[in-house]
């Protein structure tokens, strides 16, 4: 009989070897079965030497498989892979090269019968060797397999970054989100964090409300590998969640660690704004200008914060300067328009905030404060022709545009109330009576104004929240709590709506047990939002829990430092907790925010 061709002929000594076992094996299957005698030496010594002979036959075909390896022979070379594993089948490492051979040759099936035999011999399997089979169960497409294999692996070695990364990603393939994140947790501080499995991280996070997990991480990551990166995203996290005070010391630190940074400094500059620090923002835009003077980016915010500094005639010269460069932006005319409406320049001021309108007419500001001021200067009937212009059309947007306008200018002639000390109410008997009376016309002119868009467009949300907040404005908390009912039932998903209805409840006392309903869903979706904090407190209050009420009113001051609601909230809270001088302080501070607060002036003592 012919040879295979391309199997070598073996060895005379070999051949002889193999011949002589093969006989030996078929005469004892032939013999009959008969009670075995008690062993002896000699026939110890035979076995021994039958085994010795056996791994010798199977290194010999290991050699000769890695040979037809190196010539290219696969085939051939898994055949006597097999046949050496058949003679040394206790081997537990020609066990698993065997298996990964038939893996790597397609024969799955085969790979994982004999990949699991190799679990089963002695020793105990390693954690690859779990992963061996894991992989093949991973090919056959069982993946619960697959990771039963992984997991079992993951406790021989739980510091293997190739299997967490696996095992992170069967587990997001599955929609796993939680062991996902577990996984991801143990894998990342092994790996210096990359910056994409970071957001990955952090975006499912997200997805299961886990916000002070998500800040955490970019902290840590930032804090591990110094990647600036990192600190911008946890900026962008503060900022989202609108916990300035926080945003604002990320900014300070990335502005310090990359003082050549502009953008780093004109973030931090905005993050002072945002954490209520206007002086800090002065000051902070102030450098960047000295550096870059003509910078837009720069002069305009500043000059936005010099106008509500009331540094009117240094805004006004800014704002002019700005106008030069882009003579079409109406933003800068209306401020050009504000500032020298304060001036008193009356001229300037009509034809300025008329420029705004023309360049722009669907700004609802600029209408309103034209109006405003038209009224200040005693010309009622020109600011009632400018609105009749307002919103020009037959739909529905006309009337919501014109709601908007003339409750802005009852706004406006509110704060000229505020602002008699300035000499600046019109002239008459009892001027402020007579502003405030037409201040509440305008916004009573306004809620009709919404009420006709809805009367167009009965759904619109955006005109509902519009009438709902006029409605409470005006003192018609009853009317602004249905109308919010009813934008509620349109959508249950905004968390703002939410937590609007349900403070407005919590200050009537009314429905209490809703009220908690609805601050609670919104605090789902914002878990670190301020003033939802400080609702869910004060609805404690409300119940006369006050321990709880501290508790939610403090966390919403880490987020919101400078709010003058939460902390005369939590003025009112410590007097109840029996802590005076605290609440004497929290009295004090608020005054120093806001001057004209009417309770604290009465507190203080």
Wanted: proline share 4%; aromatic share 10%; hydrophobic share 40%.
């Amino acid at each position: 009989m012919k040879r295979p061709i391309g199997i070598p002929k073996p060895r005379a000594s070999l051949t002889l070897g193999i011949l002589a076992l093969g006989m030996a094996l078929s005469l004892s299957a032939c013999a009959p079965t008969r009670k075995a005698p008690p062993p002896d030496k000699e026939a110890v010594k035979q076995q021994e030497l039958h085994i010795e002979q056996r791994a010798f036959i199977a290194h010999e075909f290991f050699l000769r498989a890695r040979q037809q390896e190196m010539e290219g022979n696969d085939a051939v070379a898994l055949s006597y892979f097999q046949i050496a594993y058949e003679y040394d089948p206790e081997s537990r490492d020609l066990c698993f090269l065997l298996t990964d051979k038939l893996k790597t040759m397609g024969r799955i099936d085969s790979a994982l019968v004999t990949g699991l035999k190799c679990l089963e011999l002695k020793g105990g399997p390693s954690s690859h060797d779990y992963q061996t089979v894991a992989e093949i169960e991973l090919r056959k497409g069982d993946i619960q397999n697959a990771l039963s294999f992984y997991n079992k692996a993951m406790d021989l070695d739980g510091d293997d970054k190739d299997l967490l990364y696996t095992l992170a990603t069967l587990y997001e393939s599955l929609k796993d989100l939680p062991r996902h994140i577990a996984v991801m947790e143990k894998l990342l501080p092994k790996i210096d964090y990359p910056l994409r499995l970071v957001e990955k991280l952090a975006q499912n996070y997200r997805l299961l409300g886990k916000v002070d997990a998500q800040a955490k991480l970019y902290q840590t990551a930032w804090d591990r590998t110094g990647n600036a990166a990192f600190g911008e995203k946890l900026a962008s996290f503060y900022e989202d969640q609108e916990m300035f005070a926080s945003l604002l010391d990320v900014l300070r630190k990335l502005a310090k660690d990359y003082p050549d940074n502009l953008q780093y400094r004109l973030q931090k500059a905005r993050a002072f704004i945002l954490a209520d620090q206007p002086d800090s923002a002065i000051t902070a835009y102030e450098e960047l200008i000295k550096q870059s003077p003509e910078e837009r980016e720069f002069l305009s915010p500043y000059a936005t914060l010099l106008y509500e500094k009331r540094r009117f005639a240094e805004a006004k010269q800014l704002f002019q300067k700005l106008s030069k460069g882009q003579p079409d932006n109406p933003v800068y005319h209306f401020f050009i328009g504000s500032t020298a409406m304060e001036l008193k320049e009356k001229a300037l001021t009509e034809s300025e905030l008329k420029k705004a309108i023309d360049l722009d007419g669907k700004v609802p500001e600029y209408w309103a404060k034209l109006a405003s001021y038209y009224i200040r200067e005693g010309q009622e009937q020109k600011a009632l022709d400018l609105l009749a212009k307002t919103g020009e059309g037959k739909d529905w947007y006309a009337d919501y545009i014109k709601g908007i306008v003339y409750t802005q200018v009852g706004k406006k002639l509110e704060a000229d109330l505020r602002s008699a000390a300035d000499g600046k109410s019109p002239a008459g008997p009892n001027p402020d009576t007579v502003l405030l009376a037409k201040a509440r016309g305008f916004r009573l002119q306004g809620v009709e104004f919404y009420r006709k868009a809805l009367e167009l467009e009965g759904n619109n949300r955006r005109v509902l929240f519009e009438l709902g907040i006029a409605q409470e404005q005006l003192g018609d908390r009853s009317a602004s709590i249905e109308t919010m009912k009813r934008l509620v039932k349109l959508d249950s998903s905004d968390a703002t709506i939410l937590n609007y209805l349900g403070y407005q409840l919590v200050e009537e006392e009314k429905e209490l047990d809703l009220a908690a309903s609805l601050i609670g869903r919104a605090l789902q979706m914002e878990p670190e939002n301020g003033a939802f904090l400080d609702s869910k407190g004060w609805m404690y209050y409300k119940k006369k829990d006050f321990p709880q009420a501290r508790k939610f009113i403090e966390q919403a001051l880490q987020r919101m430092p400078q709010d003058t609601t939460i902390l005369e909230h939590y003025a009112l809270i410590l007097e109840k907790l029996g802590q005076t001088q605290a609440a004497q302080e929290k009295w004090r501070l608020i005054l120093k925010l806001d001057p004209d607060h009417a309770l604290a002036h009465r507190k203080v003592n």
